[in-house]
């Protein structure tokens, strides 16, 4: 059988990839509260994993994953987001699949999170307060 090809290390497994073209849609804040989220649980898979020993494991872990290898992907825009996406691509194979199902579920977590946010902002702008009493003023209710 022919081996697939892939441009990406994370397109080989469809779940990461499906989270990381999800994730680099998302705002700026969405990516950073994913990214930090996701050091967390790499850490934690980590340790579990027996991989980290000590604190010190985990802080150098963290500071390898701040290599700027100097191209232009997307997540090299902001260092916590790149931190995150290179501690997950240092991973074992093994180590990256657990936590590919934990980034979906964080991303679509902060999908819903974020939709939920811009319908309640969405829902404040349409109140106006008359002579102490709140008028919705959506006409599509």
Wanted: contains cysteine.
């Amino acid at each position: 059988m022919e081996e697939q090809y892939f441009s990406r290390w994370y397109d080989k497994d469809p779940v990461l990839s499906m989270s990381m073209r999800t994730l680099a849609n998302s705002s700026d804040e969405s990516q950073i509260a994913v990214a930090l989220n996701l050091i967390k649980i790499i850490i934690e898979h980590n340790i579990q994993d027996n991989k980290y020993e000590n604190v010190e494991d985990i802080v150098n872990a963290v500071e390898d994953g701040r290599i700027q290898r100097g191209h232009s992907r997307w997540y090299d825009i902001d260092s916590t987001v790149r931190t995150a996406i290179q501690m997950l691509e240092r991973c074992s194979a093994e180590t990256k699949k657990k936590v590919a199902l934990d980034m979906a579920q964080l991303v679509i977590e902060k999908i819903i999170q974020d939709d939920d946010l811009e319908e309640i902002k969405q829902e404040e702008q349409n109140l106006v307060e008359i002579d102490g009493k709140e008028i919705d003023l959506d006409l599509d209710k």
